[in-house]
């Protein structure tokens, strides 16, 4: 994905649309990130930040507004449009680039038994094989994923089957396909918390089985921390359409470069960390600002615990972190950049040690007017 930006226009009443101008919400903003064979990117944010709707621009299913998505070199809206010299079909790419929902509950026809439903996908790209061969494959697949006896799951409704066990299901109809790529958008947040490590283990081993990418989406740290670490893959953390640090588990855990990256380790109370996280929150407002009218320059800026004036004025970009290890877009990367001579805003600390002081004093303090109160 070569500066992908994917804006939309934001509903408005009648009355509205005579009033002012469409209002433009900039869902994804500019992003490039490079997707390589067997290589494992877990996508990570709050939500509404972008997170599904980069997943299917990356797929095909959204078309973007400014720049390009490419598999092995082909522009995939080329392919669609029949534009240029296609060397790469639209069908192929729709068959090597699959989707695992959120919820698996409704991306599965619930008047269909589960044979019909993924015996479709088979038809449409082995029209030659034998209704025979077909029962196989998917007979096959379905034991692979943990689904025994699968001839019996095969005769049943999706409704007849358990949160996990659909889950388990479009998975297996993603790998019909034999895809290059696998969006998994929140794949296991339909699942029992008791479930997720198994999920995750599944989907690890069949990517190695499969040859297979994942652009795994997740809101939770610990997810996408075990996704990544057992996978040897990456975690892109994205705020208001924006990418503002990739890099390993360990090393974004450990060592965070962005202060919106801070704020979803001191969210994330399960992850063993070696030293005692600050009582309060890294962040100086909890709201996120409109993505009809982000901010100026660095967007977080508005929230940043450590921002200055040259971060209301200009607009970071993904630059390489001392180690190597990923990226981050933040000027505090460059010792000398004039962030540093610049001036902190309100309520902002020259230092993350000073600001968690500052809010340390702030809570006594409110706690001592309350005892005397009472």
């Not at 095969?154 to 790998?175: I, M, N």
């Not at 919106?260 to 001191?266: A, D, I, M, N």
């Not at 615990?305 to 993904?318: G, K």
Request: glycine share 6%.
């Amino acid at each position: 994905m070569d500066d992908v930006e994917v804006h939309f226009e934001k509903e408005q009443g009648l009355l509205d649309r005579f009033r002012s101008d469409a209002s433009v919400v900039r869902a994804v903003d500019g992003i490039s990130l490079d997707i390589e064979e067997q290589d494992l990117v877990c996508l990570l944010g709050e939500s509404g930040c972008g997170k599904t709707t980069l997943g299917k621009t990356m797929i095909g299913l959204q078309r973007p507004t400014g720049g390009s998505i490419r598999y092995r070199g082909q522009d995939i809206w080329e392919a669609k449009d029949g534009e240029g010299d296609v060397e790469i079909t639209h069908e192929e790419i729709r068959r090597a680039l699959q989707i695992i929902h959120q919820d698996p509950g409704s991306a599965l026809n619930p008047n269909r038994r589960i044979v019909n439903i993924l015996s479709e996908p088979l038809r449409h790209t082995h029209p030659n094989i034998s209704q025979a061969e077909r029962r196989e494959r998917m007979h096959s697949l379905l034991e692979r994923v943990g689904m025994t006896p699968a001839g019996d799951f095969l005769e049943r409704y999706p409704h007849q089957l358990s949160g996990g066990e659909k889950q388990r299901v479009v998975l297996a109809r993603a790998l019909l396909m034999n895809p290059n790529a696998i969006l998994a958008d929140e794949a296991i947040s339909a699942v029992d918390v008791s479930l997720r490590i198994e999920i995750m283990d599944l989907m690890l081993e069949l990517q190695e089985e499969f040859d297979t990418s994942f652009l795994f989406i997740s809101h939770d740290l610990s997810n996408a921390r075990y996704f990544a670490e057992h996978g040897d893959g990456r975690i892109a953390v994205m705020y208001l359409g924006e990418i503002v640090e990739i890099g390993t588990a360990e090393r974004l855990i450990h060592d965070p470069r962005h202060p919106y990256t801070e704020v979803l380790r001191w969210a994330t109370p399960n992850l063993d960390l070696d030293a005692m996280e600050a009582e309060e929150p890294p962040i100086r407002q909890i709201d996120v600002p409109d993505p009809v009218n982000p901010p100026s320059g660095c967007r977080f800026h508005t929230r940043c615990p450590v921002a200055r004036e040259a971060c209301r004025e200009e607009h970071p970009t993904l630059e390489d972190v001392d180690g190597g290890d990923g990226k981050a877009a933040c000027f505090r990367e460059d010792p000398n950049h004039r962030y540093w001579d610049s001036e902190p805003l309100e309520g902002a600390a020259e230092s993350r040690e000073e600001f968690f002081a500052n809010a340390a004093a702030e809570t006594s303090d409110s706690n001592s007017e309350t005892a005397n109160s009472d």
